[in-house]
């Protein structure tokens, strides 16, 4: 055995005490100052301007309600707009082909494919205002005007009088106004 005595820093019954007093208070004190700064922290809550009924409308509002500006129009101009502020117009082939070729063309998700009068007979029956109104405001799986918010009405209404037309409807194309 070692003759050797270790030392402890506490000599006395007082200072016992006093360690194992600090040992208790130390570790709580730390988590109440813990607990108060996170619990002290700026929150979104029922008060703030985040919970505004137009700030959630803005939140919630659907992606193709937002319309976008090319840098070179001016606000508000269409973004197919001509030089000059006048509106260019794409023909029925052109909007079908860039909007409704995808799904018409080849039947995806249940639409009717161009040409084939089968499945659009019951659609043509409905009337020209109807299958119109079907392609602005969209339908069951087909988004609002194919999903290109861009497209004026006049342009979705000769891409259903085109799409309609082929599967053997007798549409008069609309005129620009």
Known sequence: MSDAHSESPIK????????????FVVP??????LV??????SKLGADSASQSPEAVAERIR????????????????PAHAAAGGAVALKSGEQVYNAACAACHGAGVAGAPKKGDSGAWSAR??????TLVSHAIKGIRGM???????????IEVAR???????ASGAKFKEPAAK
Do not use: C, R, W
């Open 12 to 23: 006395t019954p007082n200072q016992l005490i006093a360690v194992i007093v600090a040992s």
């Open 28 to 33: 709580i004190a730390t988590i109440l100052l």
């Open 36 to 41: 108060n700064f996170v619990g002290n922290t």
């Open 62 to 77: 659907p992606v193709a309600d937002v319309s976008f500006t090319m840098p070179d129009q001016p606000e508000g101009a």
């Open 124 to 129: 043509i029956g409905q009337g020209y205002d």
């Open 143 to 153: 988004p609002a005007k194919g999903g290109n918010a861009s497209l004026d009405d």
């Open 159 to 165: 891409a259903v009088v085109h799409l309609a037309n």
